[in-house]
């Protein structure tokens, strides 16, 4: 493994702006959480076809452009790659704003989709690249509060400007910034310089096909096993995240803007909290025991699982009024489901980076990153949106309520994934085990 360079104050620079960027990632993907009930009465769909555009449609494409993507940002840099994709899927967003049918809005939301797969494992891996082991969760950590805030933001800005301007101004007013932002990281940011491969190593990786990495990558120990617990894990929270407002203004009568704040800005809050908690929490306990950077993430999945199951199934009810909203009772119970459910991703992508060496590490997270995509982004929304279909004969609006509890069971599986890869990372860290086709320079040291 690499070791990065001393960190100064032009790296938590690159930092600050690379977590605005994935900042204003996660606002444009979640932007179409909070506009759900408007577009669909624009356009006349159904819940299903809401899924297939928030969740397969949109992970169909970032999956297939997120390992190339990261492959290539692998070989010519992690800046250009992320700079430029950040200008792509800024300029689709917007383009959101101008569609006059639901099919051009599913073109421009597969543009979003194909913009941030080369935006999210690059930028996972340069910060990787930029600080050292023993500080990368909690660096990660840092970058990872894009998804928190970008609830914040997507969900509560993105409620308000719906609710007093229209859903189109939305997308075109939050898209705007990212243009901006991918000018200035390509200008002002300095990208760190991983340490060169031997030459033989170096002439190794370039005639590698990328199917030849993709296996290596999978024969290595404990990877699999992470990478499953991604993809069920965001199964769930890709779920909530798509239709947790909904459930609010379906089954507790909130409007769409409070429905936006509590979920947005209350629960990306806590989420925000938890993340940050979570990255320092981990480089504290890896000091003891490598095993903590995945016995964190099963700690704070098991946690969040009860929370999540009562947010979900609690029946109608106020706990109190604050600013003019009527806070349910069962939203009480997502505030520590967002503090702990975050728990699982960050020290995910820090093992990872202990796991394999620069040159083939924004592949390895591209890979974490599309079975999130593919499975999360894809079957979360469109599932729930399916069973709440299902189950609307039969349970009218609380229909939505059911098919989010079950989407929380997934979680149970990810604890058990978590559980099987700790012993497999612990080892591999320290040595008892290898991959006969490791890559060269992967680290055996504890982190």
Known sequence: MNTPARVTWRTHYALGVLTIIYVFNYIDRHLMAILIEPVK?????????????????????????????????????????????CIAWSA????????????????????????????????????????????RS????????????????????????????????AFVVIGAPGILLGILLWTTVRAPK???????????QAQESWLQTLGILLATPAFGLLVMTGSVAAIAGYAIGTWAPSFLIRSH???????????GVVGGTCSAIGTLTCGWFTDRMVRRDAGWQIGVPLLGTLLSIPFGLACFLWP??????????????????????????????????????????????????????MGMGLLGVGLGPLVTGM?????????????LRYSLAASMSLLVLAALFLALALPRYRRQLLGQSSHPHAAPGATTATA
């Open 138 to 169: 909690t660096a990660l950590s840092v970058l990872m509060l894009g998804s928190s805030l970008g609830a914040v933001f997507g969900l509560g800005l993105g409620g308000w400007i719906a609710q007093h301007y229209g859903w189109r101004t």
């Open 316 to 369: 109608q009810g106020v706990a109190f009024t604050a600013f003019g909203i009527s806070v349910p009772l069962a939203f009480l119970f997502y505030i520590p489901f967002g503090f702990f459910g975050t728990w699982w991703a960050t020290p995910c992508l820090g093992a990872i980076s202990h796991l394999f060496p620069a040159t083939r590490l924004a592949q390895a997270t591209a890979i974490f990153v």
């Open 194 to 204: 991983p340490a060169a491969p031997t030459t033989s190593v170096a002439q190794a």
């Open 253 to 263: 009568g909130l409007s769409l803007q409070e429905a936006g704040i509590l979920v």
């Open 92 to 135: 689709m967003t917007m383009l959101c704003g101008l569609a006059g049918s639901f099919l051009f809005l599913v073109l421009a939301r597969i543009g979003v989709a194909i913009g941030e797969a080369g935006g999210t494992a690059p930028s996972m891996a340069m910060v990787s690249d930029l600080y050292p082991p023993q500080r």
């Open 387 to 399: 069973l709440s279909d299902y189950f609307t004969p039969l349970a009218g609006s609380a229909a």
């Open 41 to 85: 009465a624009e356009f006349g769909i159904s819940d299903t076809q809401i899924g297939l555009l928030s969740g397969l449609t949109f992970a169909l494409f970032f999956t297939l452009f997120g390992f190339p993507l990261g492959r290539l940002s692998d070989r010519i840099g992690r800046k250009p790659v992320i700079a430029l994709a």
